[in-house]
């Protein structure tokens, strides 16, 4: 009973989550298949005894398996995913900072007078003042271009992990197709055997 509410548990967080590993998913096994579709399967596969599900120790061995696995994935890109924003928003932090520090300095320079010394150089005000916002246009375009490199590195990652998405379906599919033309040829190989038995009896 605590395996099942488990299991019912585990298809709650893929719903919840939007999980889906495939858009087609394998049926008949868990093998294969979002965790929704092989936790139907093994529900389907289940006797019933009065009100429970009796579930067989392999089916949930595997069925954990399959679930910790997912997890797992779902761990790595949701660590990895955090690691890039973290980095990503240090980075505009940074020039947050860098442009709120070239603000007060143009707030500084407007009180002088107009004759200001800029690295040892005399400079008008005029010319001081078109440097300085010269340079916050710089900065602001950097942090334009960081805002969208960040917007387009989330649009990639998302854009990849539907390719492997894609992949892994696609790996899944041709992984039981293997495995049905292996089992056909064994099966066409035993009968072989056997009507050479037979023929030679």
């Not at 298949?33 to 399967?41: P, R, V």
């Not at 009796?54 to 399959?66: D, E, L, P, Q, S």
């Not at 200001?116 to 010319?127: A, E, N, P, R």
Request: positive net charge; charged residues 25%.
């Amino acid at each position: 009973m605590k395996f099942f509410k488990l299991i019912l548990l585990f298809l709650v967080i893929s719903f919840s989550t939007g999980l889906q590993a495939q858009t087609t998913p394998v049926e008949g096994s868990l093998d294969g298949g979002t965790i929704e579709s092989q936790l139907t399967w093994l529900l389907k596969k289940s006797p019933n005894y009065q009100e429970y599900e009796m579930i067989k120790r392999f089916m949930a061995n595997k069925m954990k398996a399959n679930v910790l696995d997912t997890l797992k994935v779902m761990r790595a890109s949701i660590n990895e995913g955090k690691n890039t924003i973290t980095a990503q928003q240090n980075q505009i932090n940074n020039l947050k900072t860098e442009l709120a520090n070239t603000n007060q300095t143009l707030e500084q320079t407007n009180k002088e007078k107009d004759s200001i010394s800029f690295l040892g150089i005399l400079m008008s005000k005029s010319g001081y003042n078109a440097l300085l916002w010269g340079i916050i246009a710089v900065l602001i375009g950097l942090l334009v271009w960081f805002v969208y490199k960040y917007r387009n590195s989330n649009l990639i990652t998302q854009q990849a992990r539907a390719k492997l998405s894609e992949v892994e379906e696609e790996f899944e599919a041709h992984r039981s197709r293997a495995l049905e033309r292996e089992q056909k040829v064994r099966r066409q190989l035993q009968d072989e055997i056997n009507k050479q038995k037979a023929g030679k009896s």
